[in-house]
């Protein structure tokens, strides 16, 4: 099956710094990239659609300036958690479909963000 | 509103004994019902998505439409099986909205 990786696995970063997390669709094109939220014993929060070549589409009450997303190719998506604050601390999952009839997600292993 | 419930949060049978996850669901327009499974330490990936009534893993789910319905079943639960289900429905842009998940916890 198609495989998404992400990286970092886990990162810790200080208050009011930045942090990049990237996706990756290894052995397909991700037309659509999603990334996700989630808190302990919570389910899967999205935060935002990303299409290749487009801005990305944010969901209620989700910071587009706090939370930048950038889809520059069809394997790649970064989120960035800009000024980050210890409430950001999270497990953040990214998924990415391709085209075609499919359309089945496919999940990255997480980034877990600890901020300090 | 559009919406997915699972009301159980955990989920705890005996080795070989029936299994039913709960979900339920509320969209005005035509859903897209998937299943998730996260075992431990693993990433989440598809269990089965509605459209294919297929059976993995022998678990099968049924799309009830009037009762809003997509149950996730196993006739014989395995060790194995222990994980978090998580109950996925797929909106027009192919946004995925997820419920709570259950875990599902199998006693030998």
Not at chain 1, 43 to 62: C, D, I, P
Request: glycine share 8%; net charge positive; with cysteine.
């Amino acid at each position: 099956g198609a495989v998404v990786s992400q990286h970092p696995s886990w990162v810790i970063c200080k208050s009011g710094t930045s942090v990049k997390i990237e996706c990756r669709s290894l052995d397909f094109q991700a037309t659509t990239m999603f990334w996700y939220r989630q808190f302990p014993k919570q389910s899967l929060m999205l935060m935002a659609t990303s299409n290749e070549g487009s801005k990305a589409t944010y969901e209620q009450g989700v910071e587009k300036d706090k939370f930048l997303i950038n889809h520059a190719s069809l394997t790649l998506s970064t989120l960035t958690v800009t000024s980050a604050h210890p409430e950001d601390s999270s497990f953040y999952i990214c998924s990415a479909s391709g085209q075609g009839a499919d359309y089945e997600q496919y999940f990255g292993p997480g980034t877990r963000l600890t901020v300090t | 509103a559009q919406r997915v419930t699972q009301p159980e949060k955990l989920l705890s049978v005996f080795k070989g004994a029936p299994v039913e996850l709960k979900c339920n669901y509320s969209y005005s327009g035509s859903p897209e019902l998937f299943w998730y499974v996260q075992y431990s330490r693993q990433r989440l990936q598809l269990l089965l998505r509605h459209i294919s009534r297929e059976s993995i893993k022998g678990f099968t789910a049924d799309l009830n439409k009037g009762e809003t319905s997509f149950h996730l079943k196993k006739p014989f639960a395995q060790e194995e099986d222990s994980a978090m289900y998580y109950c996925a429905l797929r909106t027009g842009g192919f946004k995925t909205i997820f419920g709570a998940g259950t875990r599902l916890f199998v006693k030998a």
